[in-house]
């Protein structure tokens, strides 16, 4: 039976939801905005436009947030070469596709950060498409991202499993009338990712492929 298996990436796949905290920590400060680090983590997973009038709020100066989108993806371009991926990420990609599902990638990353990244999971031979930021006018928590995805896919949402780390993921793939799987490896609280529509719930990609053929990923 033809399947799809949907994959955030930042935080699922690749271990950089650390970075993009420091980084847009960083971003903020040097525009003048005192914004706490767990307050960003939670933030983690929107859209760079929607993170920062999450984080500042609608009475900002909106006029200045290019100017942070720009100075977060210069800092965080530096770790570019070197982005970890989660362990057994790569190789949970390959077994998904040798057992036959259609793997796709959803992500708000697109450009030189979405290059990065596919090059720290190192299984391009097993992604079949990508739908990246670049492609939805709306990204998470909407639907728009999951469902691209599974139009690149070909197969419907009762067909798919959505794998992400936030809560932003969780509700992306349940308003896609996807099955959505969490992992912890994001450092967002089990609870949080069942309340917002996790099935399931893994420590990351290596729990995931240790539980095949009998866990989520059935």
């Excluded at 009475?59 to 371009?77: F, I």
């Excluded at 998904?96 to 190192?122: F, K, M, N, Q, Y």
């Excluded at 599974?150 to 793939?173: H, I, K, N, S, Y």
């Amino acid at each position: 039976m033809d399947r799809a298996a949907v994959f955030d990436v930042d935080g699922t796949l690749v271990d950089t939801n650390h970075l993009h905290v420091a980084t847009w920590w960083e971003a903020f400060r040097q525009a003048g905005h005192r914004i706490p680090m767990h307050a960003i983590h939670r933030a983690v997973g929107l859209s760079a436009s929607d993170l920062i009038a999450h984080l500042l709020g609608d009475d900002r100066d909106k006029e200045r947030d290019g100017e942070l989108s720009t100075a977060h993806k210069v800092l965080y371009g530096q770790y570019f070469d070197r982005l970890p991926p989660l362990p057994d990420a790569g190789r949970l990609l390959r077994r998904l596709h040798r057992d036959g599902w259609t793997v796709v990638l959803a992500t708000s990353a697109g450009g030189p950060e979405l290059t990065a990244l596919r090059r720290a999971i190192d299984a391009d031979e097993a992604i079949t498409a990508t739908a990246s930021a670049d492609d939805v006018t709306a990204g998470k928590p909407a639907p728009e991202p999951v469902a691209h995805a599974l139009e690149l896919a070909g197969l419907p949402a009762e067909r798919a499993v959505f794998v992400g780390d936030t809560v932003w993921d969780m509700q992306a793939g349940s308003r896609a009338g996807v099955r959505c799987v969490g992992v912890l490896c994001g450092g967002i609280p089990r609870a949080d990712l069942e309340e917002s529509g996790a099935d399931a719930i893994y420590d990351g990609p290596a729990h995931l492929l240790a539980s095949l053929p009998d866990g989520a990923l059935s």
